[in-house]
């Protein structure tokens, strides 16, 4: 299967900068998409978890990632701690995914726009794995808070990479910085 | 709750979630400490502390396990959602070898099933220590229902281990599977002496038994269990070329190269072939295949490799020969009616393949076994044979102990009885019996090859 190109990110006004995501990468992270988000922790191993929505801010250029608190802990403490972060956006239908990476991490409270994404979030991810062969009740467990806590992870993105599966997948996106 | 308050697991209680098709998270960290995170395709268990990666691509992933070999992995089990977190520490690649062709057969699946057919292609089998597991907390789905497979193992262990010969052990064996396992399609392939090929000489759940049927040691599932003497399992249908079995075998034979279609299903979801060897080296392969997919766990695939080296045993003792074969007794030789028209059998010696009226029938020591039976009904009036003198016959050019006499005798009579040509072979005894014709018959030895496909 081809890859599926995006439209690149707007190019950066300084070598360096922050990365604004173009409206279809912004569109992307915020879709049916599942979230994978990495950092470093202790004693150089890397930690994991999933997230259960993502959220670019408009006016800052932030993303957002909602977490479980339960299942998040040793992530949010090593992005904090080493302050970057790694989170990849995949679209099971398509198997389109993109890796951002990006610093200036910060936790914080979910605001009433996170709140509104994350309980968008299981419908839409319902939506786009039935057809393939998924239940509800899979992608329930798969992606619901499952009454824990949330917390947002957020941070300012400065690279992208094309990640589809294929030889071209890591490379920084071309018109990217 | 912290990630150290995980509840530490096994590999081996989590394997089935290695399983499936939900692509795995691997994080992973470069030299100066920048994190990464994407996909692999598959993690294979290898053993209770290892597990290998699929390395596909030259990518991010690869050149941080190469210089900061810690990673990270996160696996969602198919069934029960249940999410699990495995730390791991890259040890070395293996582009060749067992655990290598046994993840590029299960990658083809994966890969067609998720049509990435043309994308996937594995360039090496990443060998990692597993350094600790954790089950991340949150809701999870029923266990599968899966049946206890000791019990059935037992049960069917014990029908194969009452059979004292080979194709009493292969039907007993083909029988249990299904009765027992569920497992309605099945067949067992026997090593042919050149030990470059492999021919069926059981099967079980198809329309054409395809016993006799021929197959490359290397080629598909069961040439690649044969070659790299491993269990191969896929659990989704491949189009991968390279694993669609058949093809070969498929395509219109012409002259003496007849060739009898492998026994399979046209669409297969999940397929499963384990070696039968031994001590000794391998005798043949033991294959199963499902039309759904997901069908065959680890834990079938253990079950199998049990039944396969039980199998071994009997396999092993009948190239051997039967220890104590007597001279078959003369009996009378029943005329054949008259009245009815003869059989025109026709043998070429060229790869020793026959042909009853125009059909096909057999071709190599099967082959050569039926024109020596024909012959001695024929010439010598004789009906009454035992394994140990055909076995000493020179024309037969059998290698000591390298070929399977009674597993080809086994093939010659399955043959015989599905082309119900009015000639059977009926065992009269441990290592005897009987060929019984029920017409006349009249042989041709002929030089040339056949013009065209007659079977």
């Known amino acids: 299967m081809a890859p599926v190109p995006h439209q690149g990110p707007e190019r950066p006004t300084e070598p360096g900068g922050p990365l604004r995501l173009s409206p279809a990468d912004a569109a992307f992270i915020e879709s049916s998409v599942s979230i994978l988000a990495a950092a470093e922790g202790a004693e150089r191993r890397p930690v994991m978890a999933r997230a259960i929505a993502a959220r670019l801010e408009p006016d800052t250029g932030r993303i957002r990632l909602c977490l479980r608190t339960v299942d998040a802990a040793a992530l949010i403490a090593g992005a904090l701690g080493h302050g970057r972060v790694a989170a990849m956006f995949s679209r099971p239908q398509t198997n389109e995914t993109i890796q951002i990476k990006g610093d200036e991490v910060r936790a914080e409270r979910p605001t009433a726009e996170d709140d509104a994404a994350r309980r968008r979030y299981p419908p839409m991810m319902i939506a786009e794995l039935m057809p393939l062969g998924f239940t509800p009740a899979f992608v329930g467990c798969v992606v619901s808070d499952h009454g824990s806590s949330i917390g947002v992870l957020s941070f300012m993105p400065r690279v992208l990479f094309d990640q589809t599966p294929g030889p071209q997948a890591g490379r920084p996106r071309e018109c990217g910085r | 709750m912290s990630a150290a308050a995980a509840t530490p697991l096994r590999l081996e209680a989590i394997r089935d979630a290695l399983e499936g098709f939900i692509p795995i998270g691997i994080a992973t960290l470069a030299p100066d400490g920048t994190p990464n995170v994407t996909y692999i395709s598959q993690v294979h268990y290898v053993d209770p502390d290892h597990v290998a990666l699929t390395y596909q691509f030259f990518n991010k992933t690869r050149a941080n396990l190469l210089a900061s070999p810690r990673a990270l992995l996160q696996l969602i089990d198919p069934v029960t959602a249940e999410t699990f977190r495995i730390a791991v520490t890259y040890q070395r690649t293996e582009t060749s070898g067992p655990v290598f062709e046994s993840m590029r057969a299960k990658l083809a699946g994966i890969a067609s099933h998720t049509g990435m057919a043309g994308v996937f292609r594995l360039a090496g089998a990443d060998i990692c220590r597993v350094e ?253 044979f035992t394994n140990r003198e055909l076995r000493l016959r020179p024309e037969l050019r059998l290698p000591m102990h390298a070929e399977n006499l009674e597993a080809r005798l086994i093939l010659l009579e399955r043959r015989l009885a599905e082309k119900d040509c009015g000639i059977a072979i009926e065992k009269t005894g441990r290592g005897r019996f009987r060929l019984r014709v029920d017409r006349p018959l009249r042989r041709h030895e002929m030089q040339a090859e056949p013009a065209a496909r007659e079977g």
């Open chain 2, 132 to 384: 600790s597991i954790e089950a991340v907390p949150g809701d999870v789905l029923p266990p599968r229902e899966r049946p206890r497979l000791l019990p059935v193992l037992r049960r069917t262990a014990a029908c194969l281990g009452r059979e004292p010969d080979l194709a009493a052990a292969l039907d007993a064996l083909m029988a249990a599977l299904d009765r027992e396992f569920g497992i309605a399609h099945a067949a067992v392939f026997l090593l042919a002496a050149d030990g470059r090929t492999l021919y069926a000489v059981a099967s079980r759940g198809y329309a054409e038994s395809g016993i006799g049927a021929e197959i490359a040691v290397g080629d598909g599932v069961i040439g690649m269990a044969a070659q790299e003497r491993i269990a191969v399992r896929i659990n989704h249908m491949t189009t991968d070329v390279n694993y669609a079995r058949g093809v070969g075998a498929r395509m219109a034979p012409q002259g003496l190269d007849q060739a009898i279609p492998l026994p399979g299903l046209d669409r297969p979801g999940s397929q499963l072939a384990v070696p039968i060897e031994d001590g000794q080296g391998l005798l043949g392969v033991l294959f199963v295949e499902s039309p759904e997919d997901m069908r065959f766990s680890y834990d079938h695939e253990d079950a199998l490799a049990v039944l396969a080296a039980q199998l071994a045993v009997t396999v092993r003792r009948a190239a051997s020969g039967p220890r104590a074969a007597r001279k078959a007794a003369p009996a009378p030789v029943p005329a054949a009616p008259a009245a009815l028209p003869p059989i025109d059998l026709r043998y070429y010696r060229a790869n020793d393949s026959v042909f009853i009226g125009g059909d096909y029938l057999i071709k190599g020591v099967a082959g050569s076994i039926f024109w020596i039976l024909t012959g001695a009904w024929c010439e010598e009036g004789r009906c009454e």
